[in-house]
């Protein structure tokens, strides 16, 4: 399977599509949320969304670093390097 490509016009539900993409292709399933993640009026650097999936994991299936680059890769990819409510759109 793929990550979905697909946008959804509200920030929130389209970063709960990345965490249900991460965990059905990767098994990151430790139960992060968009609402969390976007608390606040910072922007979502693609740095603060990686290590909340990281940290939120018991155990890593191999070294920390391979997968933040890989997730946060996958963050750039679809935001770039930080995202919010503001300045998103599709």
């Given at each position: 399977m793929a990550f979905e490509r697909r946008m959804h016009p509200v920030?929130?539900?389209?970063?709960?599509?990345?965490?249900?993409?991460?965990?059905?292709?990767w098994d990151?399933?430790?139960?992060?949320?968009?609402?969390?993640?976007?608390e606040g009026v910072k922007p979502?650097?693609?740095?603060?969304?990686?290590?909340a999936v990281l940290d939120a994991e018991t155990e890593l299936p191999g070294q920390r670093a391979a997968?933040?680059?890989r997730i946060k890769r996958k963050f750039v990819q679809r935001y770039g390097?930080?995202?919010?409510?503001?300045?998103?759109y599709i």
């Open positions: 920030l929130a539900e389209d970063l709960n599509v990345l965490l249900d993409d991460l965990c059905r292709e990151f399933c430790a139960g992060v949320r968009a609402a969390d993640l976007l979502l650097t693609s740095k603060k969304f990686t290590d997968w933040e680059r390097h930080e995202i919010s409510t503001k300045t998103y």
